[in-house]
């Protein structure tokens, strides 16, 4: 009899994915406002570290924090979430 795959593990593959994919969009447009981190926290409202800890887990970013990156970048918010 074949081995089956759990289908847990194959959604949480596509969410690992689908968060890793946002954070780089995330890290990008960040990268490419040229704003320091330091900067941009305190444009956003919220520390470094949370900032850092929010790369590292894109799902937990509020909309008002990614309005501020789109809004810097000239992007529409759309393209931040993937």
Do not use: Y
């Amino acid at each position: 009899m074949p081995k089956t795959r759990e289908l847990g593990k194959e959604k949480k593959m596509d969410a690992q994915m689908r968060d890793d994919l946002m954070g780089g969009e995330v890290e990008k447009w960040i990268r490419v406002s040229r704003i320091p981190k330091p900067e941009l926290c305190k444009l956003m409202e919220i520390g470094v570290t949370t900032l850092n800890e929010r790369l590292r887990r894109p799902g937990e970013f509020r909309v008002q924090e990614l309005r501020v990156i789109a809004d810097i970048s000239g992007i529409d918010v759309s393209q931040l979430v993937m």
